[in-house]
Nanobody, 115 residues
Framework: QVQLVDSGGGLVQPGGSLRLSCAAS????????MGWYRQAPGKQRELVAT???????NYAGFVEGRFRISIDNDKNTVYLQMNSLKPEDTAVYYC?????????WGQGTQVTVSS
């Protein structure tokens, strides 16, 4: 089992930045990869970025170099630095961890980009 606690969301103006954090606990050593997903109202949850245990990183096409995923293994925390935010980035962002093919999710953190 893995427990995930996301934080760092909020209201930001277009062009602004936010850093999301996800603290993991439990069977951390068996996690194969972690990532961030998001879900906007009326839309399906979609991948934002993932990072594997071997530090292989994958970004969704809409990221366009604006976001950066990173992991601090000492703190068991994964981050998503988001820059140049757009109104269409508004969504609930969820941390994800995969363990033996099973997905675990954080509770989600709301990101709202609006002037």
């Amino acid at each position: 089992q893995v427990q995930l606690v996301d934080s760092g969301g909020g209201l930001v103006q277009p062009g602004g930045s936010l850093r999301l954090s996800c603290a993991a606990s439990g069977s951390i050593g068996r996690i194969s990869d972690m990532g961030w997903y998001r879900q906007a109202p009326g839309k399906q949850r979609e991948l934002v970025a993932t990072i594997t245990r071997g530090d292989s990183i994958n970004y969704a096409g809409f990221v366009e170099g604006r976001f950066r995923i990173s992991i601090d293994n000492d703190k068991n925390t994964v981050y998503l630095q988001m820059n140049s935010l757009k109104p269409e980035d508004t969504a609930v962002y969820y941390c994800n961890a995969r363990l033996f093919g099973i997905d675990f999710w954080g509770q989600g953190t709301q990101v709202t980009v609006s002037s």
